[in-house]
Each structure stands twice: as structure tokens, then as C-alpha cells.
């Protein structure tokens, strides 16, 4: 009977690993449709037109300025989906890479700051993925029927919105428990505490003529035990959440940006209020904050790995607003040389 029992079970078990395949065939085509129905619910104008030159990651730039407006053909009346979005600062994007040209995926790839060291796929915020979906936290300066006023972008220009989630920091921040030596130690405190209350009730049934004594002590030792409780659970965040050296600690630092007075001169030609439309900024609001906006991209070093290594000294271009700007690399300083309007720019067409 034993035997029929297990007989039965591995043929039951047998069965299933063959049909697993078919199965997973199953779930794949379902979902796969599911997918081909998600539409982008609106897409993104930002100051960034080209790949070159993008921040890697949001925040970089405090004033690269983008706009969302919600397509009306997804959701009707899409500016009643926005109702209660302003009380909130910053936003998720969940974005599909849509300039990602590469038909294949690499297992491990070259994150910029390991300078060549590639690490797993998964590891990295790589855009080359098998599913080109991004994930990005932009500030909300206001909104404004069904468009979104956003700051601290790093998204190109024409960007397939999926989704926007507002960010939270309750539940955005990860909270971490302390570990079991470190309960231990709160609850040796704890019980300290008591074992101290037991004491001094005792003492005050006793007659112990110095009650409003004791009561202060106690007051300043429960205090002291909440404080250093308080501490520990602020700390539980910073301690427990883990990244890699490379992330916190770059192998090179930041480098220093400095601009011709050619370059400077150029700069200063361009305004909210050109006459000339070549010179109009679209998303930059005035000179100076344009020249923050081209520091913050230069000091993080915007060059793939493979043009940094090259021997020989060249010229990056890149586009940010209505500003084609040209630079060169030279012992950590990126030196801006140039600075055009996009019309009369002659690269990255």
C-alpha cells in the first residue's frame, strides 16, 4: 500500500515538472497580452533632447524643469485624476526607455563609477534591461489642469510616461528593526527600569521621606532610556539600509567646471525674454541658472567609460534647454569652450 502511495506521488510530482514548461508558456502569453495593453498615460517635455548629456540619476540637477501632461485619449477628464497630487512635494515616474536601441541584454555590465568593473545587471540602474522600464523621483512644483510641473528630471524629451505614484516617505524609507543582541539590550533597559520602580515603591512603603526625590530620578531615567530608544530607532534606517562602497565612496571625485569668457559671454545672450527665439530658454529661467544647471551635469563626469579612456583629447558636446554647449576634459576640470543655440549646433542631430 506504501508503494502504491509514494508510486502515486512521484507520478504525480513527474507529471508536473512536465507540464511545468507548458505552464509557464501559459502565464507568459497571458501576461505578455496584459502588457501589450498598458499605454503611456502622457509624456514628458524636458529640457533634455538628446542621451548625451542626461543626468544619470534625478536630483542631480535641482532646475532641470520638465512638464507632464496626461493624454485625454487614456482617461477622460484626466485632471480630476490629479485631486489631492499637489499635497505632496515629490512624485514617482515609472517610464519606459524609449531611446533603448540595443536588441540584446548583458548579463553584466559597466556602471560609470567602477570605471570598466562590470557588476550583474540587476545591481546597476542600467537603462539596457529586458524590460526598458524606469523608475524616477522628480519634485512636484505645481500642477495645472491635466499637466504636471516637474523640477529635478532626468528624463529625455518625449518620454512614455506608464505611471505616476506619489512618494512617501513613511513608506518610501526603509525602517529596519534592530537585531536580536540589540533587543536584548532595550529589554535588559526596560527591565532595569522596572526592577528600579519595583525598588523605589518599595521604599516609599516604607515611609522614605525623600518621595519627591526619588520621583525626579525616576522621571530622568525613563526619560533617558525613551531618549536613547528614540535615537536608536532614528539610526535603525542609516545602519541597516545597505549600498555598495562604490555608490557611497566614487573612486574619483567630482570634478571642477570652468567656462571661457567666450563662453560666459554666450551664455549670458540667452533669456526668458530673447527677442531672438534662437536665445529663449524654454525651461531654464536666467543666465545664472543655467550655468548651475551645465555645472551640475559637468561635475558628475557625463562621458561613457569608453570616451574617458580614449589617449586622445576631444570635444564632448551636449544639449541642455535651447543651449548646445561644448567642452573638453583635462586633469579632473571640465572646461566649457562654447556655448550656441541648438539651431547652429552642429553635432548630435
Same mark, same amino acid.
Request: net charge positive; glycine share 4%; proline share 7%.
Given at each position: ?32 497580452? +496584459? /502588457? ?9 517635455? %524636458? ?5 548625451? !548629456? &542626461? @543626468? ?82 522628480? +519634485? /512636484? ?9 516637474? %523640477? ?5 524629451? !518625449? &518620454? @512614455? ?102 563662453? &560666459? ?85
Amino acid at each position: 500500500m506504501c508503494s502504491v502511495i509514494f508510486y502515486r506521488r512521484q507520478n504525480l510530482h513527474l507529471r508536473w515538472i512536465l507540464l511545468q514548461p507548458q505552464l509557464f508558456r501559459n502565464i507568459r502569453f497571458y501576461f505578455t497580452k +496584459k /502588457l501589450g495593453e498598458i499605454k503611456p498615460i502622457g509624456f514628458i517635455s %524636458s529640457l533634455f533632447c538628446h542621451k548625451r !548629456g &542626461t @543626468p544619470r540619476q534625478p536630483t542631480i540637477c535641482p532646475h532641470a524643469r520638465g512638464v507632464l501632461t496626461l493624454d485625454r485619449l487614456i482617461v477622460n477628464n484626466p485632471q480630476y485624476t490629479l485631486e489631492g497630487l499637489e499635497e505632496f512635494s515629490h512624485i514617482w515616474l515609472i517610464f519606459v526607455f524609449h531611446k533603448n536601441e540595443k536588441e540584446f541584454v548583458r548579463s553584466k555590465v559597466s556602471p560609470p563609477r567602477l570605471h570598466g568593473r562590470k557588476v550583474g545587471l540587476y545591481s546597476t540602474r542600467s537603462p539596457h534591461r529586458p524590460n526598458p522600464i524606469g523608475l524616477s523621483l522628480a +519634485k /512636484l512644483d505645481y500642477v495645472e489642469d491635466s499637466s504636471l510641473y516637474l %523640477s529635478g528630471i532626468d528624463l529625455l524629451d !518625449g &518620454t @512614455p510616461i506608464l505611471d505616476i505614484k506619489p512618494y512617501i516617505p513613511e513608506y518610501d524609507t526603509p525602517q529596519s528593526l534592530p537585531d536580536s543582541s540589540e533587543t536584548e539590550q532595550v529589554e535588559s533597559r526596560q527591565s532595569w527600569s522596572n526592577s528600579s520602580s519595583f525598588h523605589e515603591n518599595a521604599c516609599e512603603n516604607e515611609g522614605d521621606l525623600n518621595l519627591e526625590n526619588r520621583r525626579n530620578r525616576m522621571l530622568h531615567r525613563e526619560s533617558c532610556i525613551e531618549n536613547c530608544l528614540c535615537e536608536e530607532s532614528e539610526n535603525y534606517s542609516a545602519k541597516y539600509v545597505r549600498v555598495p562602497a562604490w555608490i557611497v565612496q566614487p573612486s574619483t571625485p567630482k570634478l571642477n567646471v570652468m567656462f571661457t569668457h567666450r563662453a &560666459t559671454r554666450q551664455l549670458n545672450m540667452f533669456s526668458k525674454n530673447a527677442k531672438d527665439p534662437n536665445f529663449l530658454l524654454k525651461f531654464l529661467r536666467s543666465p545664472a541658472e543655467t550655468l548651475k544647471t551645465i555645472t551640475s551635469i559637468l561635475s558628475e563626469d557625463p562621458r561613457p567609460i569608453h570616451i574617458r579612456n580614449r589617449e586622445e583629447e576631444e570635444f564632448y558636446y551636449f544639449t541642455v534647454d535651447n543651449l548646445h554647449v561644448t567642452c573638453w576634459f583635462y586633469d579632473g576640470v571640465a572646461e566649457v569652450v562654447r556655448i550656441l543655440p541648438v539651431s547652429r549646433g552642429r553635432h548630435l542631430k
